[in-house]
């Protein structure tokens, strides 16, 4: 964990980038946070922000800043999720400047992160995120400096002191765009009667598994998942904990679908098999520096006319497309890279 960096004595947070607008409040300093599963695995990191009323010296505020992806896997599922999106034909420019809503569905929670970051740079985002664990929501808001106000359950939130008007403050008014919901995917899924043009699926239980009823071919989930996509160009971004030696191995391609994986990646094959069996249109790229791969899938209509012919067509409408994306929501890194890396169809 990096240390934070604080700024000067009695410096007013009016000269931060991200209070600028407010001169009663002071930022005492910067710091990367990470919440962990286990001693071995890190769930997430987030860079928060401290900083109190001028006041009142004693006052504390713990904020997450909404502008920032720490971890390639977050960046390589927003640049293959939107790239896909727009290459659909969504046009994107409408819901990042507010004109439309663009529904989207996080399921796994972590830090909150992605959403955060989704609501900050597309307007007229509603994003719904599902966390089962009460106290992943709890570590999230308390000790990586989310939103309370996001969660539509009570919860204990007396240690997570935010100021009364936030509308100011690094979220701005997002957090009327962010909905924490404590429930089950799968009966979320079920029951909810919303349409989504975008769902990420980053959902790992306490011993790092992907739970088997979130790829069970023959579950609810699957089959409740597709009908509540937009059918023209709803689109599922799944993040999957490749095999660490296969990769370092420098074995790619089709042979990461195949059925010999140690503990941590013996399901990817098959979960990658059974979204296409359920979607249609899937495809994975490899993560840079770490053992992920970003599975997207869809059931609509566009790519998966040409998927057939060639995954170079597919590529290449996707590749041609990541330029505005990049545009569009002024992302402070490249789609291109996440895109192109080890892009596999999945058959």
């Not at 909905?179 to 043009?197: G, M, P, Q, R």
């Not at 239980?205 to 088997?212: L, R, V």
């Not at 098999?273 to 249609?280: F, I």
């Not at 970003?294 to 995954?311: D, I």
């Amino acid at each position: 964990m990096a240390t934070s960096r604080r700024m000067a004595p009695g410096e007013v947070c009016k000269d931060s980038p991200e209070l600028k607008h407010i001169e009663k409040f002071k930022v005492l300093g910067y710091q990367w946070r990470a919440l962990r599963f286990n001693d071995d695995t890190r769930q997430s990191t987030v860079k928060t922000m401290a900083a109190y009323r001028e006041a009142d010296p004693m006052s504390l505020y713990l904020m997450q800043l909404p502008h920032c992806l720490a971890v390639p896997y977050l960046k390589s599922m927003v640049s293959c999720g939107l790239t896909t999106l727009s290459s659909f034909g969504y046009d994107l420019s409408k819901p990042v400047t507010g004109r439309t809503t663009m529904n989207v569905l996080c399921i796994g929670h972590g830090g909150g992160s992605l959403p955060l970051f989704l609501a900050t740079k597309i307007k007229g985002a509603i994003v719904d995120v599902v966390e089962i664990d009460p106290v992943v929501i709890s570590a999230s808001i308390k000790a990586m400096g989310f939103p309370p106000s996001t969660v539509v359950a009570e919860l204990d939130r007396t240690s997570a002191a935010q100021p009364s008007n936030t509308d100011g403050f690094p979220w701005g008014s997002i957090h009327n765009q962010l909905h924490l919901h404590i429930a089950d995917a799968e009966d979320f899924v079920i029951h909810t009667s919303k349409t989504y043009d975008l769902i990420f699926i980053d959902a790992y239980d306490g011993d790092d598994i992907f739970p088997q009823k979130l790829w069970d071919i023959h579950g609810p989930f699957l089959k409740s998942l597709r009908s509540r996509l937009h059918p023209a160009h709803g689109t599922v971004v799944v993040n999957l904990h490749a095999d660490s030696d296969v990769l370092e191995c420098g074995i790619r391609g089709s042979n990461i679908l195949g059925t010999s994986f140690l503990p941590m990646g013996r399901y990817v094959g098959q979960v990658c098999r059974a979204y296409k069996e359920h979607m249609g249109f899937t495809f994975s790229v490899s993560v840079p520096w770490l053992c992920n791969l970003t599975l997207v899938a869809s059931a609509g209509t566009g790519l998966g006319r040409v998927a057939h012919l060639s995954g170079d067509l597919v590529l290449n409408a996707l590749v041609s497309e990541s330029d505005t994306v990049e545009y569009l929501l002024d992302l402070p890194f490249s789609c291109l890279q996440y895109i192109k890396r080890d892009f596999l169809l999945v058959d």
